[in-house]
């Protein structure tokens, strides 16, 4: 893997997608050194497994090593990433390392606009639980792993598959699956049309005798299967799909349900993370593992066990009776996901914190936003959360919760300073609500703060 490189240093090594790809380097015994802006957990662990850690940016960071790993999220003008290219030291993106991983494996590939992370983590749990020692690579964390990656001996590999910048039609697996299509991350592709080119150019990627398992409820996934000369199978709620999740329903909080091939009930499929989308998930990577030959009721004993991916439904802690729980939902389709699974569980207010997350994302689906909260009972939102975009006229804080207010009716709090959320949030609260903080920016520290208010009272 990756010859000729021994030497290695990524830049945003304690990112989300990064750390995951650090952990693999630093296990297949590459020279590792790395830079973040601050210190954290994930910078320590990196230090004690042998990397160099260095925090801040600088220059000098690259010298003498053999490649520097980025995402897209560094900027041009990073001065490692300028150095590396005055320097002349070849630069990869991060996916390059998914690809060779991927290369020298029976990659498996998850791709979609929504429940990759949660789906990728399932196939997971379920070829580690059947004993198959996998390599994974995550967006997230999950407990399963310690973390969101590892390096297995044996012959699969499962990764996610970011189609946010395109860097996914570098990856050749030798299986797909796809949760759904839709329209974000138009800042990349432009169009939808461009977008459904690239789900057809990666599909288009699988060896001939390779399968794609993709939910056949979505209409971008309907537009792009028939274009692709590839074998896929279908599965989601539909009738018309090869596989079913048929008669959902909770039991003592745990979400059930039948799995169907046809007509026939081929698994009892039981859940600790709630949700319609997680039925769908958990059906995706069911199909996938018994196609890979998995045994029925090891998958369905693995899925049981698995209690989600980092900001994902995630428990941030109960105080006074108060649940508060964290998610990274960021777009309409994944917040109304969210919510409905929330006001699924039992009879409570459900108290939504929700920060938008990047001006052009707020432009493009504002229609959208206006009715993705409907099943929120207390609805708070913050300011844009800018991810590094410069501003766009006539879009700010108050544009969702305008939207929303137009939509459906509903009271929205609107809080300008996201470091206000803890005060202010707590004031309203009472035994049994559950709060969701809710967004793919800096939200997520927010749900321990209101934890330690309520302490405090």
């Not at 914190?353 to 609805?379: C, S």
């Amino acid at each position: 893997m990756l010859d000729g490189i021994h030497k290695i240093h990524l830049i945003g090594i304690a990112g989300s997608g990064m750390r995951a790809i650090a952990n693999i380097l630093i296990s297949q015994g590459f020279e590792v050194s790395g830079s973040d802006i601050q210190e954290s957990a994930v910078t320590e662990r990196f230090r004690k497994m042998g990397a160099t850690i260095h925090i801040g940016h600088n220059a000098e960071y690259v010298k003498g090593v053999d490649a520097v790993v980025r995402s897209t999220a560094i900027h041009a003008d990073n001065p490692e990433l300028m150095a590396a290219q005055e320097l002349q030291i070849p630069i990869l993106h991060r996916s390059d390392i998914v690809k060779a991983v991927l290369d020298i494996t029976k990659g498996i590939a998850v791709a979609g606009a929504h429940g990759k992370t949660t789906t990728t983590s399932m196939l997971g749990q379920i070829f580690v639980e059947a004993s198959l020692d996998p390599t994974v690579i995550i967006g997230g964390e999950v407990d399963y792993l310690g973390g969101s990656s590892q390096w297995g001996r044996g012959e699969y590999s499962i990764a996610e598959a970011d189609e946010s910048d395109g860097s996914f039609l570098k990856l050749n697996p030798k299986a797909i699956v796809i949760t759904n299509i839709e329209n974000d991350h138009m800042d990349h592709y432009g169009t939808m049309e461009h977008l459904l080119d690239a789900f057809c150019e990666f599909v288009g990627k699988l060896p001939k005798d390779g399968t794609a398992v993709v939910c056949g409820d979505n209409p971008s996934i309907q537009k792009v299967m028939p274009r692709v000369d590839r074998q896929f199978v279908t599965y989601g709620l539909g009738e018309g799909n090869d596989y079913t999740a048929r008669n959902i329903h909770y039991e003592k909080g745990i979400l059930v349900y039948e799995a169907m091939k046809g007509n026939e009930v081929v698994a009892t499929i039981r859940l600790k993370v709630p949700g319609t989308h997680n039925a769908l998930n958990s059906l995706g990577a069911f199909v996938m593992a018994t196609r890979c030959g998995v045994p029925a009721d090891v998958v369905v004993a693995a899925l049981a066990k698995f209690t989600g991916a980092k900001r994902r439904f995630e428990t941030k802690g109960h105080v006074k009776g108060v649940w508060v729980v964290d998610d990274y939902a960021h777009h309409p389709t994944e917040i109304a996901a969210t919510l409905s699974a929330a006001k699924a569980l039992q009879s409570h207010r459900v108290v939504c914190i929700f920060q938008p997350h990047r001006f052009t994302r707020t432009n493009l689906l504002l229609k959208e936003f206006g009715k993705a909260f409907e099943n929120a009972d207390v609805l708070f939102i913050t300011d844009i959360y800018s991810a590094g975009e410069d501003p766009i006229a006539g879009i700010d804080g108050h544009s969702i919760p305008d939207m929303v207010k137009a939509t459906t009716g509903q009271t929205v709090h609107y809080i300008a300073d996201v470091n206000d959320v803890p005060q202010i949030v707590k004031q309203i609260l009472q035994p049994d609500d559950l709060v969701i903080t809710m967004g793919a920016g800096s939200i997520s520290q927010y749900g321990p703060k209101l934890l330690a208010a309520l302490e405090e009272e």
